[in-house]
């Protein structure tokens, strides 16, 4: 079993910088690509920055030049820095992982519970 546990969100300005985590525990041999989606009221979840072991990165459209992935392999921990937060940024934001069962071979897919980020003055 994996579970993710997120931490980070809050209420912010427009302008303003909130800084997402997200920690992997649990039985699993490896994880990849760790991903963050968001999801806004109304609107289907999307993908927003994912970042493979090696460090190699990924950004929606909306996001670039804002927003940055990083992660800590030795914590099995990503995270969300989000700069020049936008009304339109306002969402749930959800960790996300394909995690390597040593025992199987097969990757379990894995979800957080979600962290509410909104901007509003």
């Known amino acids: 079993q994996v579970q993710l546990v997120e931490s980070g969100g809050d209420l912010v300005q427009p302008g303003g910088s909130l800084r997402l985590s997200c920690a992997a525990s649990g039985s699993f041999f490896s994880i990849n690509v760790m991903d963050w989606y968001r999801q806004a009221p109304g609107k289907e979840r999307e993908l927003v920055a994912a970042i493979t072991s090696g460090g190699s990165t990924n950004y929606a459209d909306s996001v670039k030049g804002r927003f940055t992935i990083s992660r800590d392999n030795a914590k099995n921990t990503v995270y969300l820095q989000m700069n020049s937060l936008k009304h339109e940024d306002t969402a749930v934001y959800y960790c996300?992982?394909?995690?390597?069962?040593?025992?199987?071979?097969?990757?379990?897919?894995?979800w957080g519970q979600g962290t509410l980020v909104t901007v509003s003055s």
């Open positions: 996300h992982v394909f995690a390597l069962q040593g025992a199987t071979g097969k990757y379990l897919e894995v």
